[in-house]
């Protein structure tokens, strides 16, 4: 079945950067696009970021535009996110999901905690 | 992009039958059928109950069911039962080829 699991999260200070993976199995990795969502402790589901199959096509949320860089490694089934200037909003569980018919998230990793604190 | 509206919370008795609505605008809900409903138990990833508006995955119950009218999508779950309480999400696709969610909506089984 498809297992997708997240890495890279950690508490990392205001203004730096960070890269979290998302490696994917029991599925043709490259047959799919994936999202990036993050929730808060205690508050809702925000969809972050979306890559399409061929790596090219990327789609942000406004609140993330120009800080987060998604991205996938084919040869490694693995989807990327990085997060630069980091900020205390960015606080949050990131889980990435496989993405059907650029509709619906069906399978999802159990995220990566980020915190940002000094 | 704002987030979809849904209820903060709704209440229902076993066997009873409760609907949460999601309310967005003709760039999102009202323009596309790609509208999604995920549950959250505490403490769980979320898992996708409803695609496209009314589809079903293969494994959750058809006492689950959607549907859609204008800007405003709605979840009804029939019958229902203990293990049903959890937190449920809507989502949709937008004109902007991007995703928003609801603000997600506390389901309590009395």
């Known amino acids: 079945q498809v297992q997708l699991v997240e890495s890279g999260g950690g508490v990392v200070q205001p203004g730096r950067s960070l890269r979290l993976s998302c490696a994917a199995s029991?599925?043709?990795?490259?047959?799919?696009?994936f999202h990036w969502v993050r929730q808060a402790l205690g508050k809702g589901l925000e969809w972050v970021a979306f890559i399409a199959t061929d790596g090219n096509n990327k789609y942000y949320a406004d609140s993330v535009k120009g800080r987060f860089t998604i991205s996938r490694d084919n040869s490694k089934d693995t989807v990327y996110l990085e997060i630069n200037s980091l900020r205390a909003e960015d606080t949050a569980v990131y889980h990435c999901?496989?993405?059907?018919?650029?509709?619906?998230?069906?399978?999802w990793g159990q995220g990566t905690l980020v915190t940002v604190s000094s | 992009q704002s987030a979809l509206t849904q209820p903060p919370s709704v209440s229902g008795s076993p066997g009873q039958s409760v609907t949460i609505s999601c309310t967005g605008t003709?760039?999102?809900?009202?323009?596309?059928?790609?509208v999604s409903w995920y549950q959250q138990p505490p403490g769980a990833a979320p898992k996708l109950m409803i695609y496209?508006?009314?589809n079903r995955p293969s494994g959750v119950p058809d006492r689950f069911s959607g549907s859609k009218s204008g800007n405003t999508a709605s979840l009804t779950i029939s019958g229902l039962q203990a293990e049903d309480e959890a937190d449920y999400y809507c989502s949709s696709y937008t004109s902007r080829s991007t995703w928003v969610f609801g603000g997600g909506t506390k389901l309590t089984v009395l």
């Open positions: 999901a496989r993405d059907r018919g650029v509709s619906w998230l069906d399978s």
């Open positions: 003709s760039s999102d809900v009202g323009t596309y059928n790609r």
């Open positions: 029991g599925l043709i990795f490259n047959s799919h696009g």
């Open positions: 496209d508006v009314s």
